[in-house]
């Protein structure tokens, strides 16, 4: 199976930062890569599909990139309500495995 | 709009049964294979179990198989899971979710899919 390794866990940025969030699969996962937001309460919500494929409604201050094992979320310019923890999710071969999360704090 | 929502969970005794419900509506509900994920308290997302859009196939985590069946009623736009022999570890807040298709095609197997959208979730307590 393939393992998802997120880093770092957790961070704390200002309002208007830059942000980047890594994560590492254990053998490459041809760019089947989704990112996930779960704010506190909540259940997750699709936030990039692909790699760097924006879902529908999610603010253009996402992005996200990556090939072979290595991908980064990034965040331009934090808001308030990006407040939450973020997960990886390999979608190469089953079963689909996540990362174990980065919780994003607000300073 | 796709909407999704779980019912079912609750406080269970240590080898007990419980079984969690998932309606849906505004979409297909055929043409998709739908997927149970849990979350143990204060920790990550977990993929527990898939069911292909006519039922015919059935995935479960190792975690679980052999206690867990997952399952879908079309006639009432509904997905179920089937939890025996629950188990301490097994305590988690249980969310059901729609497999998007991709590029490879719609099933479980299929390349490049994605969990979207994601009901409000159920909690599972097992506890004595």
């Known amino acids: 199976d393939i393992q998802m390794t997120q880093s770092p866990s957790s961070l704390s940025a200002s309002v208007g930062d830059r942000v980047t969030i890594t994560c590492r699969s254990s053998q490459t996962i041809n760019g089947y890569l989704n990112w996930y937001q779960q704010q506190p309460g909540k259940a997750p919500q699709l936030l990039i599909y692909g790699t760097s494929h924006l879902q529908n409604g999610v603010p253009s201050r996402f992005s996200a990139s990556g090939s072979g094992t290595d991908f980064t979320l990034t965040i331009n310019s934090l808001q308030p309500e990006d407040l939450a923890t973020y997960y990886c999710q390999q979608s190469y071969s089953t079963p689909p495995a996540f990362g174990q999360g980065t919780r994003v704090e607000i300073k | 709009e796709v909407q999704l929502v779980e019912s079912g969970g609750g406080l269970v005794q240590p080898g007990g049964s419980l079984r969690l419900s998932c309606a849906t509506s505004?979409?297909?509900?055929?043409?998709?294979?739908m997927t149970w994920v849990r979350q143990a308290p204060g920790k990550g997302l977990e993929w527990v179990s898939t069911?292909?859009?006519?039922?015919?196939?059935?995935y479960h985590a190792d975690s679980v198989k052999g206690r867990f069946t997952i399952s879908r009623d079309s006639s009432k736009n509904t997905v179920f899971l089937q939890m025996n022999s629950l188990r301490d570890e097994d305590t988690a807040v249980y969310f059901c979710?729609?497999?998007?298709?991709?590029?490879?095609?719609?099933?479980?197997?299929?390349?490049?899919?994605?969990?979207?959208?994601w009901g409000q979730g159920a909690l599972v307590t097992v506890s004595s």
């Open positions: 505004g979409f297909t509900f055929s043409i998709y294979a």
């Open positions: 979710t729609k497999l998007g298709c991709s590029s490879t095609g719609c099933k479980y197997t299929s390349r490049g899919n994605w969990f979207d959208p």
């Open positions: 069911i292909s859009g006519s039922g015919s196939s059935t």
